[in-house]
């Protein structure tokens, strides 16, 4: 499992790559933490687009996240999310807690052009 991290705005944006599952968790669950304390952002979003299985290990990472944000005033949202994944999240009851978006935003569009 890989993090990559970025500030889009006023969010935190987390694109996790790889399997959410036991054998990811533990260190997963440190990573994000540590991401978390760093960044103190409002909004916080998870791309998952890259992952393609979740686990209940997993989805325990999901919420124990949402309840640390939620808690501290924060904002989680999911996007990105995969069919089979998003199968996983609604049998778990995710998606009446917090946003689950299947498409990633897109990058806001600038004028090159000069007149």
Do not use: C, W
């Not at 916080?44 to 808690?71: K, N, P, Q, T, W």
């Amino acid at each position: 499992m890989t993090i990559i991290h970025m500030l889009d705005g006023q969010r935190l944006v987390l694109a996790l790559n790889g399997d959410l599952d036991l054998t990811t968790a533990k260190a997963l669950t440190a990573a994000l933490d540590e991401l978390l304390g760093h960044y103190p952002l409002q909004q916080v979003v998870l791309d998952l687009g890259e992952v393609g299985f979740v686990d209940s290990s997993g989805l325990g990472v999901i919420l124990g996240r949402y309840r640390r944000l939620h808690s501290a005033g924060r904002e989680l949202s999911l996007v990105g999310v995969r069919p089979a994944v998003r199968t996983v999240l609604e049998v778990a009851g995710i998606p009446s807690i917090m946003p689950v978006v299947d498409a990633r935003p897109q990058p806001p569009v600038t004028d090159s052009a000069s007149g």
